[in-house]
């Protein structure tokens, strides 16, 4: 029905940059959201960003480093990671808030992407 495909992770030095991008395909008929979340070993799933069509949120750990965006025609979300440190360290997971559209039915549901890791380290 959809998919979320995330691209950009890898290893980078501290201070450096990355930038995350998650597609949704499929059955879409409207995004209510998207966002990323990450996850360190041993940690739960924390909320970095999300994103919809009037306003923007970051967590204060990442304020003023990472900028959330969207090109809304492509279904497609970013995560500009700037001055990157250590701690940023995780798998980085995108979720979409959508409305799926299929020949007999019409719902809401929230998709996941599979996940990209994230190594910041010297």
């Known amino acids: 029905q959809v998919q979320l495909v995330e691209s950009g992770g890898g290893l980078v030095q501290p201070g450096g940059s990355l930038r995350l991008s998650c597609t949704a395909s499929?059955?879409?008929?409207?995004?209510?959201?998207m966002a990323w979340h990450r996850q360190a070993p041993g940690q739960q799933r924390d909320l970095v960003a999300r994103?919809?069509?009037?306003?923007?949120y970051h967590t204060d750990s990442v304020k003023g480093r990472f900028t959330i965006s969207t090109d809304n025609r492509e279904n497609t979300t970013y995560l500009q990671m700037n001055s990157l440190k250590p701690e940023d360290t995780a798998v980085y997971y995108c979720?979409?808030?959508?409305?799926?559209?299929?020949?007999?039915?019409?719902?809401?549901?929230?998709?996941w992407g599979q996940g990209t890791q994230v190594t910041v380290s010297s």
């Open positions: 979720n979409a808030d959508l409305v799926v559209k299929l020949p007999n039915r019409i719902f809401r549901a929230e998709y």
């Open positions: 499929g059955s879409i008929a409207k995004v209510y959201s």
């Open positions: 994103i919809t069509s009037s306003s923007s």
